[in-house]
């Protein structure tokens, strides 16, 4: 049975605790009770211009990008019944980014980055709806296989634009690839399509529940499987364009995040979906902190510290439940 | 208590027939058993029944409401399946697991109230899992997995119950157990119970109607008492078997092959 408030409280804790920390450390060190004292007064001085124009925009952006992933590949995973999913297995960022690098190389300015990947992304979504669901049925498997050779698709056309492209754009490039919050602009749009996107899985997590124990049974329990396996999708992908765009292609979260909270605390996605936000969240603005200081003042993509934190403590997660279960 | 009917259904996978005009008339109180060779098509007329399968013509009444014209939602709250397989892709209770059979009885803004959790526990009392309602479903043995899938259904409560090999891992002891469950259920609480069987025996003794499927959409339906005999079953299952009395009942025995 469900006791929900332990967990979604430390994970609150966890957040608060990773923007004190985003919000005070960096180039310009503030203790914590400056932090505390800047963020509780409305004084006009250099801490609250660090923090409030510095810090905390990336740091919003961070943990909104987080959320979206982390929450992405929670419901990827129910939508593919297959515990490898994560947000980026259908090709959606594959479109996305195949857009932005083209937009690059176009020499286009970072404004319209975000538009052209937004537009890359939803071409993408589009492509494997329409091929995926074509005549016959729309199930998984078939679902999986299209995504999967779309995104391979928009692979190797990524290649060719990178071997094709001038030497100078192509940092900016590779960093875009990997995962970088340093450009990212924090927008309020991926703040409420984060907060309806909850909402909306509030009232189906129940269903989700049902849906992981196979379509068939799903049916049989009064679930409409078809609808809600084509809202699952859409949701997804749409979670994983804005997080994509925001932030280019960031490894890790979206896989690793429900897979810990499902070894935490099982599998029910009424817990299991706020609980990723909020832990996905955390664990991209943790990360990116230590992106923008371990090696100060240059700047890690982001992507190599969530692997470097997420790898490890996944699989020591996984280590102690698999002992566990064999003692019983 | 609601009832199940069949008007001229008629099912095909690709070309083979499975049954061509069938008329069902199941009511309460009654327990009908599906016989027939493996690949006959007796799961997918259960299923057909359940309306997760288009019939090829013909049509399926729930309570003289043709079954398409109904919600799954509206479904599920009169008439339950138990599968043949069940697939669990992530790690949960025994306990949460018996608890989905709840689900179209729960509002969608609602969480499961004691009520739901009280029948979830009950349901794992029958199949004889009280003291496993934590585990993890991943570790159960087969026999566990499928009395956790059957107390889920009995959770779900419905008035017809589909049972696609109930008896399938299960011990004796627990196959006979359950197949009183469901029989005692039907005569007091006014259920129906349609299940697939492999054992003739377990079937003559608990079944009061069977349909036997031949193949070839060639079917035979009514009492078990006037169906169960030598001939029909050494057709049914194109193998010789003998009807014996003994002082414990009637058995059917298949006869000895010649080695």
Redesign the interface.
């Known amino acids: ?2 006791r929900p408030a332990p967990l979604i409280v430390s994970l609150l804790m966890l957040s608060i605790a990773s923007f004190i920390i985003a919000f005070s450390v960096g180039s310009y060190s503030l203790t914590f009770e400056q932090v505390w004292s800047t963020l509780s007064s409305n004084q006009q001085n250099i801490q609250h211009t660090i923090i409030w124009e510095l810090r905390a925009p990336r740091a919003y952006a961070a943990f909104i990008t987080g959320g979206l992933l982390a929450l992405a590949g929670a419901l990827m ?1 129910v939508l593919l ?3 490898l999913a994560d947000p980026y297995i259908l090709g959606v960022s594959g479109g996305a980014s195949a857009a932005a690098l083209f937009a690059m190389s176009l020499g286009l300015s970072t404004a319209w980055l975000s538009g052209s990947a937004f537009i890359g992304a939803l071409i993408s979504i589009l492509l494997v709806f329409g091929l995926s669901h074509g005549k016959g049925s729309w199930n998984p498997t078939r679902l999986l296989l299209t995504g999967v050779v779309i995104a391979a698709g928009w692979g190797a056309l990524i290649n060719f634009i990178l071997s094709s492209s001038p030497d100078k754009p192509l940092r900016s490039m590779l960093f875009w690839l990997m995962g970088d919050l340093s450009h990212s602009e924090p927008s309020y749009l991926s703040l409420i399509i984060l907060i309806a996107a909850l909402l909306i899985t509030f ?1 189906i997590a ?2 989700l ?2 849906l ?3 379509e ?2 799903a ?6 499987v078809e609808p809600l396996r084509i809202s699952l999708f859409l949701l997804a992908s749409l979670l994983t364009a804005f997080a994509v765009v925001q932030a280019g292609s960031i490894g890790f979260i979206g896989l690793i995040v429900p897979h810990m909270l ?2 935490i605390s ?3 996605h ?1 817990l299991l979906l706020p609980a990723s936000v909020l832990l996905g969240g955390s664990l991209l603005l943790i990360s990116d902190t230590l992106a923008r200081t371990l090696i100060a003042p240059q700047q890690l993509p982001v992507g190599v510290i969530t692997a470097f934190i997420g790898v490890p403590f996944f699989l020591y997660l996984l280590n102690k439940n698999f002992s566990k ?1 064999a003692a ?1 | 208590m609601s009832s199940l009917q069949s008007t001229d259904l008629s099912i095909r996978i690709s070309n083979k027939n499975v049954c061509d005009k069938l008329n069902l008339d199941i009511q309460p109180g009654q327990v009908w058993g599906i016989l027939g060779r493996n690949g006959v098509g007796k799961t997918t007329l259960l299923h057909t029944l359940a309306g997760l399968r288009n019939a090829d013509s013909g049509s399926i009444l729930l309570d003289q409401k043709n079954i398409n014209e109904l919600n799954r939602k509206q479904i599920a709250k009169k008439l339950g399946l138990l599968l043949q397989q069940s697939e669990e892709s992530f790690p949960s209770s025994v306990i949460d697991t018996v608890l989905t059979g709840r689900h179209p009885h729960i509002g969608n803004w609602s969480w499961e109230s004691k009520d739901d959790l009280a029948i979830a526990k009950n349901a794992l009392e029958i199949v004889d899992m009280t003291d496993m309602a934590e585990r993890s479903i991943e570790h159960l043995s087969g026999g566990e997995k499928q009395r956790v899938a059957i107390a889920s259904l009995i959770a779900q409560s419905p008035d017809i119950y589909l049972l696609d090999e109930p008896n399938s891992h299960l011990d004796l002891k627990h196959q006979l157990q359950l197949l009183q469950y469901f029989s005692e259920h039907a005569s007091q609480k006014n259920s129906a119970t349609i299940m697939t069987l492999h054992d003739i025996n377990l079937a003559q003794q608990y079944c009061t109607h069977l349909i036997l499927l031949f193949g070839e959409g060639s079917v035979c339906i009514g009492e078990t008492n006037k169906l169960l005999n030598e001939t029909s079953l050494s057709e049914l299952y194109q193998y010789p078997l003998h009807k014996t009395i003994t002082k414990h009942g009637t058995v059917f025995i298949p006869q000895k092959p010649d080695l």
């Not at chain 1, 049916?219 to 409409?224: A, E, Q």
Request: charged share 20%; net charge positive.
């Open positions: 049975m469900l995973q019944r297959n515990p009232i129940r269903q529940n049902i992981a124990r196979g068939l049974q049916s049989t329990l009064g679930i409409s499902r070894l099982g599998s029910d009424r279960s019983l």
